[in-house]
C-alpha cells in the first residue's frame, strides 16, 4: 500500500509504503511540534495498527526522527537486522563527522531586486559594464536562526548560478549577521560556489555536488530550482521559491528537524529516494 503526504517544507508530495509513512509521520508529530501537523497525522495513527505502534514507541521523544530517519536508512539498504533500541533520550548522542549541506542562495535564502519593494534589508553594488547596479536583498523569515541551527550539525556550503561580485557580499553579510546574533567566533560557511562551478547543460545550469564532495551520501542540497538538483536528484532537499511575497513563510523552520534528522542517516540518498520526482518548472535566469 502506497500513501501521499504533502509536505509544505519540502513543496512536494512524499512517496511512502504504509510501514514507512506511520514512523515517518510519527515522527514529525512529535519532532516538528506543530499543532496543524499533529491534527493532520492523528487520524492514521489512530485508525492505523502500524501508525499506533509508532505513536507509542515515539510520543515525546525529541529525537524521535533522527532513530526513525536513520533506522529507516538503514532498512533501505538491505540490511537484515532490525534497527538497534531507542538510546536513553539523557544519554549524548555519539559524535559523527559532519555531513555537508549545500543551500542555494536566490530564492532560497534570500530574495533580490533591482526595485525597492519595501525596506530592504541589506544592498549589494554589482560592477557591470564599467557601472554600478545595485540590488535590494530582503531575507527570508527565519533565515538566521535556520542557519544558526544548521550550521551545528552540518558543514555548511553556499553553491549558487550567480557571479560571485554579486553573492559573495550578500554572504558575508548572511554570516555576520548570524555569528553577531548568535555570538559565534567563527565562520558558518565552508565553502562558496559560484556559477562558474555550475554545469551549464541546455541552456541551465545545474549544481553537481560531485565537486563538493565525491562520497554523495554525505552530501544534500536544498535549493528551490529542480534544474539545479537534476544532476543528483537523490540528494535533494526541494524548497519553495521565495520573491519577498509571503512575510510569513515558514519553509526554512519547517526544514530544520527533518535536517537534524538527516545528519545522522548513514546515506542521505537512502531517505531523499523515497520522494516522488517533482515535475519540472520555469527555471528564471540567475542573476
Not at 530564492?107 to 541589506?122: D, R, V
Request: hydrophobic share 40%; net charge negative.
Amino acid at each position: 500500500m502506497e500513501l501521499q503526504i504533502q509536505s509544505p517544507a519540502l513543496n512536494t508530495p512524499l512517496s511512502f509504503d504504509a510501514g514507512v509513512f506511520a514512523a515517518a509521520a510519527a515522527a514529525a508529530a512529535v519532532s516538528m511540534d506543530k499543532e496543524e501537523t499533529r491534527n493532520r497525522l492523528s487520524g492514521y495513527l489512530r485508525s492505523s495498527p502500524v501508525g499506533r505502534l509508532s505513536k507509542a514507541l515515539y510520543s515525546g521523544a525529541t529525537c524521535a526522527t533522527s532513530f526513525i530517519l536513520t533506522s529507516l536508512g538503514s532498512l533501505y539498504k538491505g540490511k537484515v537486522s532490525f534497527p538497534k533500541p531507542i538510546p536513553s533520550f539523557s544519554a549524548p548522542i555519539p559524535t559523527t563527522e559532519k555531513k555537508t549541506l549545500v543551500l542555494d542562495l536566490d530564492e532560497t535564502l534570500i530574495h533580490s531586486m533591482m526595485k525597492e519593494s519595501g525596506k530592504p534589508h541589506f544592498q549589494v553594488n554589482v560592477p557591470f559594464d564599467k557601472q554600478s547596479c545595485i540590488y535590494y536583498v530582503y531575507q527570508r523569515p527565519n533565515v538566521f536562526e535556520f542557519l544558526h541551527m544548521v550550521s551545528q550539525w552540518y558543514t555548511l556550503v553556499i553553491f549558487t548560478a550567480s557571479v560571485a561580485e554579486y553573492a559573495d557580499p550578500i554572504i558575508d553579510w548572511l554570516e555576520d549577521q548570524v555569528m553577531a546574533k548568535y555570538g559565534l567566533h567563527s565562520e558558518i560557511f565552508a565553502k562558496r560556489l559560484y556559477r562558474e562551478d555550475c554545469t551549464y547543460r541546455n541552456g541551465v545550469f545545474m549544481k553537481d555536488l560531485a565537486i563538493v564532495d565525491s562520497d554523495l551520501s554525505n552530501v544534500l542540497l536544498v535549493d528551490n530550482s529542480p534544474f539545479s538538483y537534476a544532476i543528483n536528484q537523490n540528494n535533494a532537499v526541494p524548497i519553495k521559491t521565495w520573491m519577498n511575497d509571503d512575510l510569513y513563510d515558514e519553509c526554512l523552520s519547517d526544514l530544520i528537524p527533518f535536517l537534524d534528522a538527516l545528519s545522522g542517516v548513514e546515506d542521505v540518498r537512502s531517505i531523499l529516494s523515497l520522494r516522488s520526482p517533482s515535475p519540472q518548472s520555469t527555471c528564471k535566469s540567475a542573476i
